[in-house]
Nanobody, 119 residues
Framework: QVQLVESGGGLVQAGDSLRLSCAAS????????MAWFRQAPGKDREFVAR????????VYADSVQGRFTISRDNAKDTVYLHIDRLKPEDTAVYYC????????????WGPGTQVTVSS
């Protein structure tokens, strides 16, 4: 399994931008499809975005399309989530996750980073 650690969260104001990072270690990073999920207070964890190992293909949840951008730097074993025009409803714990391209389930998860958006 790959080990993941998120960073970059914090308290921000509505309309601000933020970049979250997720550093991976332990395995060949480029073999993993990476994703971001989030869990708001009192809600289920939801999918946000994913990116293939090469970085050529990305998928976004409809709710974040146009404001969120997922990217990766395989030389740094890091995946990023850039968030523009933050809204209070973006307040959540953001998690990164990894799966091998040949699998369906995300088997590796980071501990999460809190993002709080004030209005």
């Amino acid at each position: 399994q790959v080990q993941l650690v998120e960073s970059g969260g914090g308290l921000v104001q509505a309309g601000d931008s933020l970049r979250l990072s997720c550093a991976a270690s332990g395995r060949t990073f480029s073999l993993y499809t990476m994703a971001w999920f989030r869990q708001a207070p009192g809600k289920d964890r939801e999918f946000v975005a994913r990116i293939t190992g090469s970085g050529r293909s990305t998928v976004y949840a409809d709710s974040v399309q146009g404001r969120f951008t997922i990217s990766r730097d395989n030389a740094k074993d890091t995946v990023y989530l850039h968030i523009d025009r933050l809204k209070p409803e973006d307040t959540a714990v953001y998690y990164c996750a990894a799966r091998r391209a040949s699998t369906v389930t995300f088997g590796s998860w980071g501990p999460g980073t809190q993002v709080t958006v004030s209005s």
